[in-house]
Each structure stands twice: as C-alpha cells, then as structure tokens.
C-alpha cells in the first residue's frame, strides 16, 4: 500500500514562493507518474500539474505555467511542486497523487485515474 506524505503547505504574502514535496512510505515513486491537485473552500477539485514516470514531461494548468514547476528529485523517490510569485486565488489545500503506469513518458491531468492520493497541505497566500 503506497502512502503519500505531503509536506512544505504554509502562509505567505502575494508575490512569495513556496516548495511542496511528496515522498512515499513503503514503497518508490519509480513506476509512478505523479500530479499535484489542489481544492479551494466551496471549490471542486482541479488539476494543478503532473509529471511523467521518467520526468520527461510536464503539464500544467493554464493559470500556474510560468509560475509553478514540477520536478522530480534524483532518486525520483520524491516530487516537488516549486511555487513561485503565489497569488491568493492560488490559497488552497494540495495534494499529491499518484498513478502506477508502464508508460514512462505520459502525464495525466485527470483525477480519476491516479489511484493514490496523500492527506493534502494547505497553501494560504494572502494580499
């Protein structure tokens, strides 16, 4: 059973970054593609960015590119989510999930398919 730990969530100003890390327990994220959602109060959950098994490819959302950057670490045993000149329409809660496939170099934005999901870490940017 693939567990995913959250980690980096906090309160920052507009214009200020922040770093979100998601690391397994008790197994590797090497046959994972792995994505990051976030849901904002009274909101559904949406996609915010995925990364391909071999961390080949990236995808992102229209309203992050240029802002948020996915990566994966050298291990690929954890992957970040870089935020960087955060807005406060970007305050919610993000998660982690991921997703076993065999085909290493695609992404996936749908949340239906990603099979494990971590707790979430709440990202509050104020004005």
């Known amino acids: 059973q693939v567990q995913l730990i959250e980690s980096g969530g906090g309160l920052v100003q507009a214009g200020e970054s922040l770093r979100l890390s998601c690391a397994p327990s008790?197994?590797?994220?090497?046959?994972?593609?792995m994505g990051w959602f976030r849901q904002a109060p009274g909101k559904e959950r949406e996609f915010v960015s995925a990364?391909?098994?071999?961390?080949?490819?990236?995808g992102y959302r229209d309203s992050v590119k240029g802002r948020f950057t996915i990566s994966r670490g050298n291990a690929k045993n954890t992957v970040y989510l870089q935020m960087n000149s955060l807005k406060p329409e970007d305050t919610a809660v993000y998660y982690c999930?991921?997703?076993?496939?065999?085909?290493?170099?695609?992404?996936?934005?749908?949340?239906?398919?990603?099979?494990?999901w971590g707790q979430g870490t709440q990202v509050t940017v104020s004005s």
């Open positions: 999930a991921a997703l076993l496939t065999f085909y290493v170099g695609r992404y996936y934005q749908n949340a239906d398919e990603y099979e494990y």
């Open positions: 990364i391909s098994q071999n961390g080949g490819n990236t």
């Open positions: 008790g197994s590797t994220f090497n046959s994972f593609a």
